[in-house]
Structure formats: structure tokens, C-alpha cells
């Protein structure tokens, strides 16, 4: 029955091409993670991330990641609320320029944040004067973050807030709240499923950095050495079993986080197609 | 305008309600005006920290011994092989990717089936990923220890620490790209145009040409942009199955590593200005294709 409602010819190859290339290109190399973690011993994979250097940066790597992504949820509301609700000269170019950390490779993005923040660096410099050191510290991975993470509440903001139907809040304006009241009760609330959203995805993409932080880091074990570098170092020192337990606590991390980011999605997009 | 309210009101003295309102919004817009700056100065303060001033530092450096050295850092041998081999990937990247990103949104959008989600999920999958557990899943796959590296052996084909290793890590980074830019398009433009196509006669590549490809067109170049950007950029997959050859196996973001590592920071710059001058240009075509697509959204 439902074969015949299929009007539409090229059912079958576009599924075949779709399949096969997702096959090779994702599910086969995502199996043979499968397969060889299957060939390890539970006991060796705990062994390997209760390593104290291997915690410690679990420890750095969700501390920067978490401050970084609370930064941007609240510069991202602050910018998609100015690109949505204000007029003013200029406001196109920063629109545009929101996405830069997306295109800009992370390799370019770590050396020049590194030479801006280091203490001869233009803004290094300033917090060298006054005894704060940024680049080689968490600081610096804190900033690196910062700047990969800019784009994604500002951009599941800025569709929501720019749905939202202004009558609530004159609503709420006439009744006597005053914008600060109906910003926390009336626009806030409808804000809160995207800017967890934006949250997640940035909390996640700043978990796995790696480009744009390995520079500014320092890499200093149990100080500024992040969990994916340590992947990498096990991974130069052929040690495949260690990487492959390491990520699958990443993996794992990646996982859970994008399963809650989804579960509140799907009210996030509910706002969207304005129903309830 | 508030004037003309005044004088409005003033004429009609009975309206005491609407007054009031009107003072009130009066004063709310005076209020807001100064959260209006506030908010607009924050925002542009710390996109130009944060934004303006990595790109200001890239151009500076590079530029800090001048012109010709400048051209010497950005002609070095090693520099153009990485140019090539950038170029080389991102082409495999954006080519596998279009043919794959076409049929997969048409697939989706345009058929009922099950496990639709789950494949949509584990299109996306390769963003949401690491780079360094792509690189891995790549090292596991085609690396020593795989069931693979006998035969691969044989076939003298090596992929870890080798060009096909970049070009797949490089490929996977960038896999759901095009399809989810299309995707969306097709969902929201339904199916009715194409089944009447079909009902009328037509196959299935002359309704893609003629019917799917106008819609689509404009999400596809900007698919392709992005694509292109982030295969030109990818380091951390890129950066763990490449080893570091020189000459060899290094891509254009690896070389600016390799510089800045060997302390030669001014070339490393240089190169990287190669960089964001593509990045610029991807945000302008970015630009351009949502006005595109707003405009003729409003028609």
C-alpha cells in the first residue's frame, strides 16, 4: 500500500546513494570504534581515565567549557536581542560578522588569540600590567572557547525573538510592568528553551575544541592540558587503547548533552510555528 | 511624534486614561533609549574584542616586516604544496558531500519512511563529534591495529599518516553540511509540486532539474560555501591522521601550526591571511544568499 503512494520516482537510488556514502563515510569508521572498544577490558578503561593527569583534564576541560558557554548564553541574548530589536548604522555588518568563528579555521583563531592575549600581546599586554596573566592559563582557554562558542545562542535566539509576538509585551507595558519585569516575566521565559539550546550546542562544540585552544593553552598537565589533547598525545604515542577510552568518556559527554538539547527542541520549536 | 500625542491630548482633555498611558510610554522610551545604547555598545565592544581583533592581529602580523617578505612567507614551497593539498580536499569534500547532501535531502523530504529520524541523527553525527575522535575513528578504522591494514598493506595504499587520510577526515567534518542547508528548503516547499510533475509524465531528473533545483539552488550555494570553508579549515581531524609530513601530508591550517611552532610567526601569519581572507569572503557570500532569500521570501 505504501509503495503505490509513492508518486515521486528516485526513491530507491537517492536512498541507495544516501545509504552507501553514509555507510562508508560515517558508520563504518563509527563500528570499528564499536569493535575495538568491544576488544577492551572494562577494568583497563576505567584504569585509563581515573589516570589523576587524565581527570584533572577532564576537570579543565568542563570548567572552561562551562564558563565559556554561560559567557556567550548571556552576550548571546544581549546580541540577538540589539540584531532583532534595535535600528542602527552598521547593525548588517555585525549580523554578518557573527559567524566569523564558523569560518574562520580554529588553527588561525588559536595562533591570533594567542599572540593578542599573550603578555606582549595587544590585550595581553593591559592585564599583564595589572599582574593577571591570560594566555597559558585556563583564562586562555576560557577566551578561546568564548570566541568558538559566539554564534550558537545568538543564533537559536534571534528566530524565537524575532517571532515573538510584540502584543504580550505591550500587554504586559500597559498593565504597569516595567521592561525590566517584562523582560523576566514575559519575554524570558519564551527565550529559555533556545537559549538552553544555544547553550548545549556551544557547551558541546567547546568540549571537543581542539584548533583554536592548543595554542592559547599552554598544555600544561593537570594545569591547562584539555581532554582532547591528551587523546592526541596517546594517539602520537600509538597508545590506541587509551585514546579510544578517553573518547568514549567524550563521546558519552557529547551524547547526553545532545540528548537533552533535543528534548528541549522540540518545545523551542513548538514557539517557532507558534503553537503551545 | 510624542509632541503631536501632547497636542492630541491636550484637545481632548476627557481621554484622562489614554494620558496617562501616553506618559508612561513616554517614559518608558526615554528609559529605553539609554538601555538602547547600553546594549549596543556592549555588543559592539565585544564583537570587536573578540571578533574584530583576532582579524586585526592576522593582517598586522603578517604584515609587520612588510611587502616582500610577506610574499616570500606565502610563495615558500612547503606553503604552496599545503595550498594544494587543501584545495585538493576540500574539493573531494565538497564534491562527495554535494552528491550526497542532493540526494539525501531529496530522499528525506520527499518520502515517507521509517527510521527517518535515526538517519537524519546520524547524518548529523559527524558534527557533533570531536575532531580528534573523527581523526580516531579513522586511525581505529585503516591504522595498524585495523582488521583493514594487511589488505591495505598489500594494495600499497596507506591512509593513516597519507593524503586519502585527510581527504576522508576531511570529507567526515563536513559530511551533513550541504544536506542540512537544503533539507529545510525542500521540507517547506512540500511534495505537490513534484508528484504533479510526476503524474504528469515526468521523470525523476527532469523534476530535480526543472522543479527541485530552483528551489533548492540558492541553500545549495550556501551549503557548498560552507563546506568549502570548513574543509579548507579543518585541523583537529586533519591534524591527527596527517603526521606531519612536510611537503607531504600538511594542509594549509597544519602549516600555520608547524610555523608558529618553529617560531617563525611572522610566515605563520602570512599564511594564515590566506585564510581569512577566504573566511571574509564566505561571510559576504553568506551575507548576499540570506538577502537573496529574504527578499524573495517577501515576494
Known amino acids: 500500500m505504501k509503495r503505490n503512494k509513492r508518486i515521486i520516482p528516485g526513491f530507491g537510488i537517492s536512498m541507495g546513494i544516501t545509504l552507501a556514502l553514509l555507510g562508508i563515510m560515517v558508520l563504518i569508521p563509527l563500528a570499528s570504534l564499536v569493535v575495538f572498544t568491544a576488544k577492551m577490558d572494562l577494568a583497563d578503561i576505567v584504569k585509563v581515565i581515573t589516570r589523576p593527569r587524565v581527570l584533572a583534564s577532564f576537570e579543565v576541560s568542563l570548567i572552561t567549557a562551562l564558563i565559556a558557554s554561560l559567557i556567550n548564553a548571556v552576550m548571546g541574548v544581549v546580541l540577538a536581542w540589539v540584531l532583532v530589536r534595535y535600528d542602527f548604522p552598521g547593525k548588517r555588518i555585525l549580523d554578518g560578522m557573527i559567524e566569523l568563528p564558523f569560518a574562520l579555521p580554529t588553527a588561525v583563531a588559536g595562533i591570533s588569540l594567542t599572540s593578542l592575549y599573550a603578555d606582549t600581546g595587544w590585550i595581553g599586554g593591559i592585564f599583564a600590567g595589572m599582574g593577571i596573566k591570560i594566555a597559558y592559563t585556563r583564562i586562555g582557554i576560557t577566551i578561546a572557547l568564548i570566541f568558538i562558542g559566539i554564534p550558537f545562542v545568538v543564533r537559536t535566539v534571534q528566530p524565537v525573538l524575532e517571532k515573538l509576538d510584540p502584543l504580550y509585551e505591550e500587554a504586559a507595558g500597559i498593565l504597569g510592568a516595567s521592561r525590566t519585569r517584562t523582560f523576566l516575566t514575559v519575554i524570558l521565559p519564551e527565550l529559555r528553551p533556545a537559549i538552553f539550546t544555544g547553550f548545549g550546542l556551544a557547551f558541546g562544540r567547546c568540549l571537543g575544541e581542539y584548533g583554536s585552544v592548543v595554542f592559547i593553552a599552554g598544555n600544561q598537565p593537570y594545569e591547562t592540558e584539555i581532554t582532547p589533547l591528551i587523546i592526541m598525545s596517546e594517539l602520537q604515542e600509538y597508545d590506541y587503547s587509551s585514546a579510544t577510552a578517553i573518547a568514549l568518556v567524550m563521546l558519552a559527554a557529547a551524547f547526553l548533552i545532545l540528548f537533552l538539547v533535543n528534548l528541549v527542541q522540540i518545545r523551542s520549536t513548538k514557539i517557532l510555528n507558534g503553537g503551545h | ?299
Not at chain 2, 587520510?165 to 559530511?175: P, Y
Not at chain 2, 612536510?246 to 602570512?270: H, Y
Open chain 2, 1 to 299: 511624534m510624542s509632541g503631536n500625542a501632547k497636542k492630541a491630548v491636550r484637545n481632548k482633555p476627557e481621554k484622562i486614561v489614554s494620558r496617562e498611558g501616553n506618559t508612561e510610554i513616554h517614559a518608558q522610551t526615554a528609559g529605553s533609549k539609554a538601555v538602547k545604547i547600553v546594549l549596543i555598545t556592549i555588543s559592539v565592544l565585544f564583537l570587536f574584542v573578540m571578533l574584530v581583533m583576532p582579524l586585526i592581529t592576522v593582517i598586522y602580523e603578517a604584515f609587520r616586516k612588510g611587502v616582500i617578505p610577506y610574499f616570500e612567507a606565502i610563495s615558500d614551497p612547503d606553503t604552496l604544496s599545503a595550498l594544494l593539498l587543501t584545495l585538493e580536499a576540500t574539493a573531494f569534500a565538497v564534491v562527495i558531500n554535494t552528491v550526497f547532501g542532493v540526494f539525501a535531502a531529496w530522499a528525506i523530504s520527499k518520502f515517507r519512511f521509517r527510521g527517518k529520524k535515526l538517519l537524519v541523527t546520524l547524518i548529523d553525527l559527524p558534527v557533533t563529534v570531536s575532531p580528534i575522535i573523527a581523526g580516531l575513528i579513522f586511525v581505529l578504522t585503516f591504522g595498524r591495529q585495523s582488521a583493514l591494514y594487511p589488505l591495505l598493506e598489500e594494495l600499497d595504499f596507506m591512509v593513516v599518516y597519507a593524503v586519502p587520510g585527510i581527504i576522508l577526515a576531511t570529507v567526515f567534518v563536513t559530511f551533513p553540511f550541504i544536506s542540512r542547508e537544503i533539507l529545510p528548503v525542500l521540507e517547506a516547499q512540500g511534495t505537490d509540486e513534484e508528484e504533479a510533475a510526476a503524474l504528469m509524465g515526468a521523470k525523476g531528473f527532469a523534476i530535480f532539474r526543472t522543479i527541485t533545483l530552483p528551489h533548492i539552488k540558492w541553500a545549495l550555494l550556501y551549503g557548498i560555501v560552507l563546506c568549502a570553508a570548513r574543509a579548507m579549515g579543518e585541523f583537529g581531524a586533519v591534524s591527527v591522521l596527517s603526521g606531519h609530513l612536510r611537503g607531504k601530508t600538511v594542509t594549509l591550517p597544519l602549516q600555520v601550526e608547524i610555523l608558529f611552532g618553529d617560531n617563525k610567526f611572522m610566515p605563520a601569519f602570512a599564511v594564515s591571511s590566506i585564510l581569512v581572507v577566504l573566511a571574509i569572503v564566505i561571510l559576504i557570500v553568506r551575507s548576499i544568499v540570506e538577502y537573496i532569500g529574504k527578499r524573495r521570501g517577501e515576494k
